[in-house]
Every structure is written in structure tokens, then in C-alpha cells.
């Protein structure tokens, strides 16, 4: 997996803008550098912050982040509900026959 394409996600863009434009140094840690590297999928992603990071945080701006995922987990539900409904049809059908 590219690296690119592991990190193209809003809330990367969000952290990585904030930090350059006010000359904040940040890194990606922990389980999401091990699991890219071992080309596995991650669950979660450690940042570290130079300085202060609790501030930091607390100043970048979350509500693209949380539109997005908020969009992503409405699709994923809805996908879930077509997933089930033609698990369903699959079972019916079959005792049908």
C-alpha cells in the first residue's frame, strides 16, 4: 500500500494543515506506522505533538473531520442493511426451492 493512500483521509489533511500552517511538528506513531509497514489494516492512529498537544487538538477544526465520517458511517450503514436484505432474500429463496 502506498503511503499516499494511507493517509489520504480528512482527518489527516485536517492535522497536517493546522500543524504546517502554524509550525507545529507532528508524526504518525505506534500501531499505524507497524501495521502500513506489515501491510495490514489499522484500526487507529497515534500523533504526536511537539509541544502541545492537548491545545493543539483542541484548536484544530473537527467539524469537517466529524461531517465526513458522519457521511462515511451513513453509507456503511446502508451498505450493511443491502448486505443483510440480500443475505435474507439468499435464505428465502433457498428454502423456497
Do not use: H, Q, W
Request: net charge positive.
Amino acid at each position: 500500500m502506498a503511503f499516499k493512500k494511507a493517509v489520504n483521509s480528512p482527518i489527516f489533511s485536517e492535522i497536517s494543515n493546522y500543524c504546517s500552517d502554524n509550525n507545529i511538528e507532528c508524526y504518525v506513531v505506534g500501531g499505524f506506522v507497524r501495521d502500513f509497514i506489515l501491510n495490514r489494516a489499522c484500526k487507529d492512529v497515534d500523533i504526536l505533538i511537539i509541544g502541545d498537544g492537548i491545545s493543539t487538538a483542541k484548536k484544530i477544526d473537527l467539524k469537517n473531520i466529524m461531517t465526513t465520517l458522519e457521511l462515511l458511517e451513513k453509507k456503511l450503514s446502508r451498505l450493511k442493511k443491502r448486505i443483510i436484505l440480500e443475505i435474507f432474500n439468499l435464505l428465502f429463496l433457498e428454502r423456497k426451492l
